[in-house]
């Protein structure tokens, strides 16, 4: 197949030993880790339990050899059918979830250290994405800034911000601003700073996913309604593995509710919300063939597809295999597919799109 495929969504795996001995000596026994404990991963920092997951999660069938190794990686991809890929953290997902303020700081920047330095050598294939504080904007900004020196074309921000601050409020602006004026895409992954795990009884495996899918809706009708992103109409945010089919609901939602609540409704858009979401909003899916169809309502440059890479969810190794069942029978014009699949994501962050045997070879 010759189809350029660009993962919106693909995690790498953080050595061990990272922040034992990447952090100041002062903060090395508070350090972010992951421990096995009697069944279970265990992912504690600064004495803290702040999440687990059974071990044993059905990976072993098809082992994943690319999480810190690029070279490794490569040949993961391959198997795959992978050309590119937005890069996450796994484990440093977590240091949204620490409490002290200077210690998840300084975790976040061992980690964006760390992850330029080993992938940021191959820009058509890896596009880093360098985790950022929330609780101070002025820190936050700095950070930015530092980052973007470094390389980075892709930031992240929690889906949920730190308690007592709200996406609607226009302390963001300078971030938002900055991230306009370098056409740096905000990228909100799912569970980032909320609590994984808020249900136990029947069914809490899917009320839990499904909760933490609900908050990046909540996200995008803070920054729609809020006015952020009529604000900056050049600025773009990316929410990932939240599925995509609810953007045209959404949509429809909002312009309801902003035309028969219009005398309450502030501050007034320069535009219909759906017209803001349509345009400035980008949903990465994997399985979703419903947002396939609501083409016609959103448009397509919305749709970005994803891996979830080397995660139980995703679609390793058989990533072609998915892709052909979900486009099969959408019906799509050959380039909306394209884009969808790789071409929209290249566009966003300068990747020439060519396959990974091109690249390779060459």
Avoid at 79 to 97: Q, R, S, T, V
Avoid at 198 to 224: D, H, K
Avoid at 336 to 353: E, F, H, N, S, W
Wanted: with cysteine.
């Amino acid at each position: 197949m010759d189809r350029f495929v660009f993962s919106m969504d693909s995690h790498v795996v953080e050595p061990r030993p990272l922040w034992q001995e990447g952090l100041p000596p002062h903060l090395r026994d508070r350090a972010l880790r992951a421990e096995r404990r009697d069944g279970y991963l265990v992912m504690t920092a600064d004495g803290k339990d702040m999440h687990r997951m059974q071990i044993g999660d059905g990976n072993s069938d098809n082992p994943r050899i690319g999480g810190t190794n690029p070279e490794l990686r490569f040949k993961d991809m391959q198997k795959d059918g992978i050309d590119a890929e937005l890069l996450f953290p796994n484990l440093g997902m977590m240091c949204y979830a620490i409490d002290d303020a200077e210690l998840g700081f300084a975790c976040m920047q061992v980690y964006n250290d760390w992850l330029i330095k080993t992938f940021g050598a191959y820009p058509d294939t890896f596009v880093p994405t360098a985790v950022l504080p929330m609780r101070d904007v002025a820190q936050t900004l700095d950070e930015f800034r530092r980052v973007v020196a470094l390389g980075y074309r892709s930031v992240m921000l929690p889906t949920l911000p730190p308690l007592g601050l709200r996406y609607n409020s226009k302390d963001f602006d300078p971030l938002w601003a900055y991230a306009q004026e370098h056409a740096i895409p905000l990228a909100f992954h799912v569970a980032s700073g909320l609590t994984p795990i808020t249900e136990r009884g029947p069914g809490a495996a899917i009320i839990n996913y499904m909760r933490l899918g609900f908050a990046t809706e909540e996200l995008v009708t803070y920054m729609v309604g809020g006015g952020a992103l009529d604000r900056h109409p050049g600025l773009t945010m990316v929410v990932i593995e939240a599925g995509a089919s609810w953007m045209a609901g959404l949509g429809e939602r909002l312009d309801e509710v902003n035309e028969a609540h219009q005398y309450y409704v502030k501050p007034k858009l320069s535009r219909k919300p759906s017209e803001i979401l349509y345009s400035q909003v980008k949903a990465t899916f994997q399985f979703d063939r419903a947002c396939l169809s609501t083409i016609p309502i959103t448009g397509h440059e919305c749709l970005l597809w994803a891996s979830d890479y080397p995660h139980m969810e995703g679609t390793f190794p058989n990533s072609r295999s998915v892709i052909d069942g979900v486009f099969g029978d959408a019906g799509l014009a050959p380039q909306v597919q394209a884009d969808i699949l790789g071409g929209t994501a290249a566009r966003m962050y300068g990747v020439k799109p060519r396959a990974l045997a091109d690249k390779l070879a060459a």
